[in-house]
């Protein structure tokens, strides 16, 4: 189960319908969240992901 948020007044719900002004709850995916985030910190999200991916290899 995951948390979908209303793309109309934001609510938070675990249905699809918004309990509040009954629109349809999206997913409030992390991939959205992270492109705003690539746009503003482009460099500084390249370097993380750099990191990120190392950090995953030496792990295995
Ligand atoms: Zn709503």
């Known amino acids: 189960m995951s948390i979908?948020?209303?793309a109309k007044c934001g609510q938070y719900t675990l249905k699809e319908i918004c309990p509040v002004c009954k629109?349809?709850?999206?997913?409030p995916a992390p991939a959205k969240?992270?492109?705003?985030?690539?746009q503003k910190y482009?460099?500084?999200r390249r370097e993380l992901m750099r990191q990120a991916k190392?950090?995953?290899q030496t792990k295995e």
């Open 4 to 6: 979908l948020k209303c």
């Open 42 to 44: 482009g460099k500084y």
């Open 23 to 27: 629109e349809k709850a999206i997913n």
């Open 54 to 56: 190392e950090r995953e």
């Open 33 to 38: 969240f992270s492109i705003v985030h690539s």
